[in-house]
């Protein structure tokens, strides 16, 4: 078999290509904000979401479980990156504008 593995123009695997143009066109695209705030909540924006924050938390060494909820775990990492990244002594847990700014993300609405 000649070649088993499809390589992108720029070496690297086809399947990993497609997967680094999904993660940079995923971080252009504004997450609902009511989601995040929603202890529970599920869907493709948590989803989303939560790839963003392992993105740029990791450098504070937090990271979150990728499942698509809101749950406590994702919930407590949020509140660890609020400790770490904006100073907050109290934070809540929830993605609002600052927090939202930290990551670099795009709320819905704004």
């Not at 997450?31 to 989803?47: M, N, S």
């Not at 919930?75 to 927090?99: I, K, S």
Request: net charge positive; charged share 25%.
């Amino acid at each position: 078999m000649l070649g088993s593995k499809i390589f992108s123009r720029v070496g690297r695997p086809l399947k990993f290509a497609y997967l680094e143009i999904r993660f940079r066109f995923d971080r252009r695209l504004p997450i609902d904000h009511r989601l995040l705030q929603t202890p529970g909540a599920e869907g493709d924006c948590v989803l989303v979401f939560q790839k963003r924050f392992n993105h740029y938390a990791a450098r504070y060494g937090i990271q979150a479980p990728v499942t698509g909820v809101y749950d406590v775990a994702t919930q407590t990492a949020v509140t660890l990156f609020q400790r770490a990244a904006l100073y907050v002594l109290d934070g809540d847990g929830f993605v609002g504008p600052m927090t939202a700014r930290e990551l670099r993300i795009k709320l819905l609405g704004e």
